[in-house]
């Protein structure tokens, strides 16, 4: 493995890193107190490419490898996770699933206005019911004539209020599966799963946009719920073939899951970072608290972390570079990471003492925005089981959620 970075990667990364620091930071707690991020950094972040990294040229994208995306996401996480997670969702589970699975005509409609930034994605499969347990799923699609109509009610919508595309999951109605209105009610498990992806415009009729999640953090973020009233689709905008909607959605999880891992390693680092300058300013007993070996040593263990973490989403990375499986390693890296951050963000407010807990200073809205890592693309738990069920391959014993 050589994870060594290009010129071109390098170059990127100085570029990503200066948009981020004198355009991303001076913005974000406003973000946060606003609970949105301004149209205007959303336009200067699309005129940089940003919208548009995992899209090719030939859309109008900027094409890039994957290493150079995580760097982007790195980058913006350092300063702002929400607006790291509006790049992310739009591009790694939106934009990259259309590309990979959309018809020939979805692409041509939508991959151009994506990757300029005038049509934001969003991803929204998990449901009020339906958290780790996609089996629960009760958003229904039923193809009629040219046209699929879906009825249903998705939670969780990343993006969800600025979106101009939703990639939607539902459970495709056919043998088997009850189709009458009573299902949405219904507990029991679909059986079996015959989930079916769809890229559904903004402004398709019946698609109704929800009001914004109130979360802990990542307040600058729209997240929120969405509605599917006998919304109508045409047949073309189908994702896959019909019923191989759960492989869309692992295959674009697994992808989502290094870039989260990634956010996560760059939040983390900017909150050592913020650390070390308090700790180096901050006076008490006569010295800085820098100076104190207990705070040396929690710092130097906060740091280990943040490079552990990064060497998983490096390794998961380059498997995905050389077209390699990297589910087990996606998971792992989230799981770490993850982890990582909420603890890393949690020492260094011990840091800051009291500072550490007043909106004054950055750490604080670190410390909110990270919690939701361990959730998003799926909870600690979950990567756990795809670890096992991984390691238990081939053996008598079936891992099973
Ligand atoms: C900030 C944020 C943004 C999000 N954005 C999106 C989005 O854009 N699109 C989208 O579709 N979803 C999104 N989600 C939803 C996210 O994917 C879910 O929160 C996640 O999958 C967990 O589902 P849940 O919240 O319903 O928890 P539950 O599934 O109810 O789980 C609750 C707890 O039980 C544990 N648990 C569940 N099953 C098991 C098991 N078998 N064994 C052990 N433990 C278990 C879980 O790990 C968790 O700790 C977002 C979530 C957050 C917080």
Redesign the pocket.
Known sequence: MDFSLTSEQLMFQKMFRDFATKEVAKVAEQADKQEEIPAKLLKRAAGQGFMGALAPEPYGGAGLDVTSFLMLLEALAAESLALA?VVH?HNS?ALRTILNHGTAAAKEALIPEMAAGERIG?????EAGA???PTQMRTRAVREGGEYVLNGA??????GGIAGVFVVFAVTVGAGLDSSPDAAQSTKPNPPLRMSAFAIPADAPGLVVGGREK?LG?RG?S?TRLYLQECRVPAENLLGAEGAGYPIALEALDFGRVGISAAAVGLARRAVELAVKYSGERVQFGKPIGAKQAIQVYLADCATEVAAAEGLVRHAAWLAEQGKPFTQEAAMAKLFAGRMAATVTNKIVQVHGGAGYVTEYPIERFYRDAR?LE????????QQ?VIAGKLFEGSSVKVR?
């Not at 969003?122 to 998990?126: E, P, Q």
């Not at 998705?154 to 993006?159: C, D, G, Q, R, T």
């Not at 959730?375 to 979950?382: D, L, N, R, T, Y």
């Open positions: 997670l969702v589970l969003a991803f929204a499969m998990t958290g780790s347990d998705k939670a969780w919508v990343s993006n979360t990542l973020a997240i939701a959730f998003v693309e799926g909870a600690s738990q979950i089981i959620p």
